[in-house]
Protein backbone atom coordinates (compact mmCIF):
# COMPACT_ATOMS: atom_id res chain seq x y z
CA UNK A 1 0.00 0.00 0.00
CA UNK A 2 1.25 3.74 -0.96
CA UNK A 3 -0.87 6.83 0.55
CA UNK A 4 -0.35 10.12 -1.71
CA UNK A 5 -0.56 13.31 -0.31
CA UNK A 6 0.01 16.47 -2.30
CA UNK A 7 0.92 20.01 -1.40
CA UNK A 8 1.73 23.21 -3.21
CA UNK A 9 -1.08 23.93 -4.88
CA UNK A 10 -2.78 27.64 -4.72
CA UNK A 11 -3.74 30.94 -6.29
CA UNK A 12 -1.11 32.34 -8.74
CA UNK A 13 -1.20 34.88 -11.65
CA UNK A 14 -0.35 34.07 -14.93
CA UNK A 15 3.36 34.07 -15.46
CA UNK A 16 4.11 33.13 -12.19
CA UNK A 17 5.34 29.52 -10.97
CA UNK A 18 4.35 26.67 -8.63
CA UNK A 19 6.37 23.64 -6.81
CA UNK A 20 3.88 20.68 -6.19
CA UNK A 21 4.94 18.33 -3.80
CA UNK A 22 3.65 14.28 -3.54
CA UNK A 23 5.11 12.93 -0.41
CA UNK A 24 4.50 8.95 -0.03
CA UNK A 25 4.33 6.90 2.82
CA UNK A 26 5.41 3.21 2.64
CA UNK A 27 9.17 1.70 1.89
CA UNK A 28 9.03 0.73 -1.31
CA UNK A 29 8.31 3.94 -3.42
CA UNK A 30 11.49 3.96 -5.22
CA UNK A 31 10.23 0.99 -6.83
CA UNK A 32 7.03 3.24 -8.25
CA UNK A 33 7.27 5.24 -11.02
CA UNK A 34 4.82 8.70 -10.98
CA UNK A 35 2.38 10.54 -12.52
CA UNK A 36 1.09 13.71 -12.28
CA UNK A 37 -2.34 14.59 -14.03
CA UNK A 38 -4.99 17.58 -13.47
CA UNK A 39 -8.84 17.76 -13.67
CA UNK A 40 -10.42 21.01 -14.86
CA UNK A 41 -13.97 21.07 -13.33
CA UNK A 42 -16.23 19.46 -16.56
CA UNK A 43 -13.29 18.13 -17.88
CA UNK A 44 -11.83 14.17 -17.94
CA UNK A 45 -8.98 14.12 -15.58
CA UNK A 46 -5.79 14.36 -18.18
CA UNK A 47 -2.04 13.51 -18.05
CA UNK A 48 0.54 15.93 -17.51
CA UNK A 49 3.85 14.54 -16.63
CA UNK A 50 5.67 10.94 -15.18
CA UNK A 51 8.97 10.15 -14.41
CA UNK A 52 10.14 6.54 -13.92
CA UNK A 53 11.31 5.01 -10.57
CA UNK A 54 15.04 6.29 -10.99
CA UNK A 55 14.44 9.72 -11.91
CA UNK A 56 16.21 9.03 -15.19
CA UNK A 57 13.18 9.27 -17.73
CA UNK A 58 10.25 12.04 -17.61
CA UNK A 59 7.49 12.28 -20.28
CA UNK A 60 5.35 15.25 -20.67
CA UNK A 61 1.80 16.05 -22.30
CA UNK A 62 2.80 18.50 -25.09
CA UNK A 63 0.44 21.20 -23.70
CA UNK A 64 3.30 21.50 -20.61
CA UNK A 65 6.75 20.33 -21.95
CA UNK A 66 9.15 23.11 -21.47
CA UNK A 67 7.07 25.28 -18.78
CA UNK A 68 6.91 21.75 -16.11
CA UNK A 69 9.48 19.82 -14.66
CA UNK A 70 8.66 16.42 -12.50
CA UNK A 71 11.60 15.22 -10.13
CA UNK A 72 12.49 13.10 -7.40
CA UNK A 73 14.03 12.47 -3.80
CA UNK A 74 13.74 8.86 -3.48
CA UNK A 75 15.13 9.56 -0.15
CA UNK A 76 12.54 11.75 1.06
CA UNK A 77 9.74 9.53 -0.39
CA UNK A 78 8.51 12.85 -2.71
CA UNK A 79 8.27 13.62 -5.98
CA UNK A 80 7.51 17.37 -7.21
CA UNK A 81 6.13 18.92 -10.22
CA UNK A 82 7.69 22.54 -11.05
CA UNK A 83 4.87 24.70 -12.92
CA UNK A 84 6.40 27.92 -14.73
CA UNK A 85 4.72 30.45 -17.04
CA UNK A 86 1.92 29.08 -15.73
CA UNK A 87 -1.40 30.28 -18.02
CA UNK A 88 -5.01 30.32 -17.02
CA UNK A 89 -5.41 27.13 -18.49
CA UNK A 90 -3.18 24.97 -16.16
CA UNK A 91 -6.12 25.80 -13.69
CA UNK A 92 -6.93 21.95 -12.48
CA UNK A 93 -6.99 19.92 -9.08
CA UNK A 94 -3.59 18.07 -9.57
CA UNK A 95 -3.09 14.53 -8.67
CA UNK A 96 -0.59 12.87 -8.23
CA UNK A 97 -0.36 8.85 -8.90
CA UNK A 98 1.82 6.09 -8.38
CA UNK A 99 2.58 2.51 -10.80
CA UNK A 100 4.33 -0.42 -9.50
CA UNK A 101 7.64 -0.28 -11.95
CA UNK A 102 8.42 -3.41 -13.68
CA UNK A 103 12.32 -3.88 -14.81
CA UNK A 104 12.24 -2.90 -18.43
CA UNK A 105 8.50 -2.23 -18.45
CA UNK A 106 7.13 0.74 -20.01
CA UNK A 107 3.27 1.52 -19.74
CA UNK A 108 1.25 4.22 -20.92
CA UNK A 109 1.85 6.35 -18.55
CA UNK A 110 -1.00 8.86 -19.95
CA UNK A 111 -3.63 6.47 -19.12
CA UNK A 112 -5.24 6.62 -15.60
CA UNK A 113 -5.73 3.20 -15.30
CA UNK A 114 -1.92 2.41 -15.80
CA UNK A 115 -2.18 3.55 -11.73
CA UNK A 116 -2.35 1.34 -8.70
CA UNK A 117 -2.44 4.55 -6.37
CA UNK A 118 -3.73 7.91 -6.27
CA UNK A 119 -3.40 11.57 -4.16
CA UNK A 120 -6.27 12.99 -2.60
CA UNK A 121 -5.10 16.07 -5.30
CA UNK A 122 -4.26 19.50 -4.88
CA UNK A 123 -5.84 23.00 -6.52
CA UNK A 124 -4.10 25.31 -8.60
CA UNK A 125 -5.80 28.60 -9.82
CA UNK A 126 -4.10 30.89 -11.98
CA UNK A 127 -5.50 34.12 -12.93
CA UNK A 128 -5.42 36.28 -15.47
Known amino acids: QVRLVESGGGLVQAGGSLRLSCAAS????????MGWFRQAPGKEREFVAA????????YYADSVKGRFTASRDNAKNTVYLQMNSLKPEDTAVYYC?????????????????????WGQGTQVTVSS
Open 97 to 117: AAYSALPGYYPNYDMTSQYDY
Open 26 to 33: GRTFSSYD
Open 51 to 58: IRWSGGTT
